[in-house]
């Protein structure tokens, strides 16, 4: 399994979108300093989705950046990704790894610490752990407490992404934790220059 840069890692919404065009939003993202994307895309065919799979790949391939699909382990393997990222209610992991083979980066939700124990049981490669704050993204995502936060830290040993809700405006609450990444939607692709956004937002978690 290679290393994962998980620092600054991109949730696509077209919905959310100020770019014209999806691959228009995610290279401008990755110029800016985005080191993986997750094409999560609810509101389409499987077609379009394979599709637009299809032209994010050779983005991504061009600049050197993990692709990980959500949900969709079908539309990973079809387009050649680099992983996927299933929740709670999705394919167990241990489905997913026996369907992609051993190659593949799968990344688990988690909510808390036991949703994170059973992941790394299943052989999860990361955890995209959340909601951080209240997200306009995820209406129905419960926001974890500071506590649970630390305790699946302090108990697992996996890279760890936090989720839900993290901006500019509050990114830095979330260093020194030990964390792997942020990963972020509208922070990003909602922002009038997308790619100044993604190095703004980069700066103020590495710096």
């Known amino acids: 399994m290679r290393q994962i840069d998980y620092t600054l890692y991109l949730c696509t919404d077209r919905n959310l979108m100020s770019s014209g065009s999806l691959e228009e939003c995610v290279e401008s993202a990755v110029k800016g300093g985005v080191t993986v994307v997750q094409l999560r895309e609810k509101d389409c065919s499987s077609r379009e989705f394979y599709d637009i799979g299809l032209k994010i790949r050779q983005i991504t391939r061009a600049y050197g950046v993990p692709l990980i699909i959500n949900d969709r382990v079908d539309i990973a393997i079809a387009v050649g990704a680099d992983g996927v990222h299933i929740g709670q209610s999705d394919l167990s992991c241990t489905t997913v790894r026996r369907i992609v083979g051993k190659d593949m980066i799968i990344g688990v939700t988690a909510h808390n610490l036991q949703e994170a124990m059973q992941a790394v049981k299943d052989g999860a490669d990361y955890l995209g752990v959340g909601a951080m704050r209240a997200t306009g993204t995820k209406k129905e995502a419960k ?17 760890i ?47």
């Open 143 to 159: 926001v974890i407490s500071p506590d649970e936060l630390i305790a699946i830290r302090k108990n697992i040993n996996l890279p």
């Open 161 to 207: 992404v936090i989720i839900g809700g993290i901006n500019k405006g509050n990114v830095c609450e979330f260093k020194g934790k030990g964390l792997d990444g942020i990963a972020v939607v509208s922070a990003i692709v909602s922002q009038p220059n997308v790619e100044q956004a993604a190095r703004e937002l980069k700066e103020l978690w590495t710096k």
